[in-house]
């Protein structure tokens, strides 16, 4: 099925992010999370590319296991850091001939310690371009493409970010999946303003669980999201237990997915960090639409 067939009227997408453990026992205890995380039916399944392509082998060999293992359809990640076009041609020909699904086109993020994304001569600078490769010489590969509900970090403007996000959709890209967010009030301002620009893709909301106090600092670090003083407060009254951590994170994801839900949207992406227990809880605790049961 197309991904843009997994969103639409009566129905609900439901996908989970994984990315590609460091060592075989790492790899076990991912899919043995899978396994359970199964049980939510997903519509597809993904896995990260690592930057420079640090990660290509592995990314395409767990998405190619996920799809063997449980018949589930899946998406791999490719962005353009460190590949020319004729090398992301190979990934992607490849990646066809292993049954993958969808791509994620991504640009990917500049080297540790640069500000700027350089493209590799011979590669491409934009995430568009990537869609444009991909829409031009693989039009099997359903395309998913990242938008920014508070902008992305390196844009000139949030009105220059939503018109990259209209070039990527223009170029083929089938569905939207967003940066992890906390404030419902940043996603449905995005999601109103695309709509305001004709983007008509689905526009699906990336949840990330937090569930314990750590995990704040790196979140905030890796992609600058704006978590809300409740749910720091939430974390910090239980600074010294975990389980009260986990507890107050997955009722504040549980509050936010819900409202999300009643609000219209079209599918769920869970950036589920290769366990289950937190998307389980979450899960659980709301009520999806009809179709997704
Ligand atoms: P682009 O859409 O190319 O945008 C990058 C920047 O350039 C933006 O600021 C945009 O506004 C600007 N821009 C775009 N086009 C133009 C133009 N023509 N003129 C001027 N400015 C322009 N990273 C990984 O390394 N591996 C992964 O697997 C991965 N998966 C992700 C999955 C999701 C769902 C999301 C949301 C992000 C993911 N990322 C991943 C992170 C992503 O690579 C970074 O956010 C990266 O910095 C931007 O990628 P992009 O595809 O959005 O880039």
Redesign the pocket.
Known sequence: MSISHTYGPGKFGLSFELFPPKTPAGEQEMFRHLEHLMAFRPSYVTC????GGSTRDKTLDIVTQARRRFGVPVAS?L?C?GSTVDELRAYLAEAAERGVDHI?A????PPRGETNFRPVEGGLR???ELVDLVRREFGQFGIA??GYPET?Q??VSPQ??LE?LR??VEAGGDIV???LFYVNDDFFRFRERCWQLGIRAPIVP?ILPVTNLAQIQRITSMCGAHLPAQLSKALSAAEDDADRQFEAGIAFATGQVQELVDAGIPGL?FYVLNKSPATTAVLRGVRLPAASA
């Open positions: 990260t590319y690592g930057a990640h962005t850091v994620v991504l640009r990917g993020d934009y995430a568009s493409v990242a992305h390196e844009a220059a970010d990259n070039r990527k999946i967003t940066q990336g992406h």
